[in-house]
Nanobody, 128 residues
Framework: QVQLVESGGGSVQAGGSLRLSCVAS????????MGWFRQAPGKERECVAA????????YYSDSMKGRCTIARENGKNTAYLQMNSLKPEDTAAYYCAAAQGLADYSSRHYYAGAYKYWGQGTQVTVSS
């Protein structure tokens, strides 16, 4: 079992930045891919960014590409999502998720169904 706790959400004005963190605890000896997803009211959950355990590659949604960076520190069991140039349409609950068994170069990193463990989410609100 793995527990994930997100932090770093908040309210910012358009153009601002936020850095989200996700700390994993529990069975962290296994190698997990980490993903950041978001869900706005009335919309489906979508992948914002993902990174395999190796960090060899990163994945970004078209909506956030160029405006965010995902990173991880395996020794600290922590994943990060740096978001810049935020827009009102980025307003959503942001979730951290962990998945096992994903090959580094696999588009399954984008799919919520591939992730077994989820955090409770952190709210990001961007005002115009």
């Amino acid at each position: 079992q793995v527990q994930l706790v997100e932090s770093g959400g908040g309210s910012v004005q358009a153009g601002g930045s936020l850095r989200l963190s996700c700390v994993a605890s529990g069975r962290t000896s296994s190698t997990y891919a980490m993903g950041w997803f978001r869900q706005a009211p009335g919309k489906e959950r979508e992948c914002v960014a993902a990174i395999p355990y190796s960090g060899a590659v990163t994945y970004y949604s078209d909506s956030m590409k160029g405006r965010c960076t995902i990173a991880r520190e395996n020794g600290k069991n922590t994943a990060y999502l740096q978001m810049n140039s935020l827009k009102p349409e980025d307003t959503a609950a942001y979730y951290c998720a962990a998945a096992q068994g994903l090959a580094d170069y696999s588009s399954r990193h984008y799919y919520a169904g591939a992730y077994k463990y989820w955090g409770q989410g952190t709210q990001v609100t961007v005002s115009s």
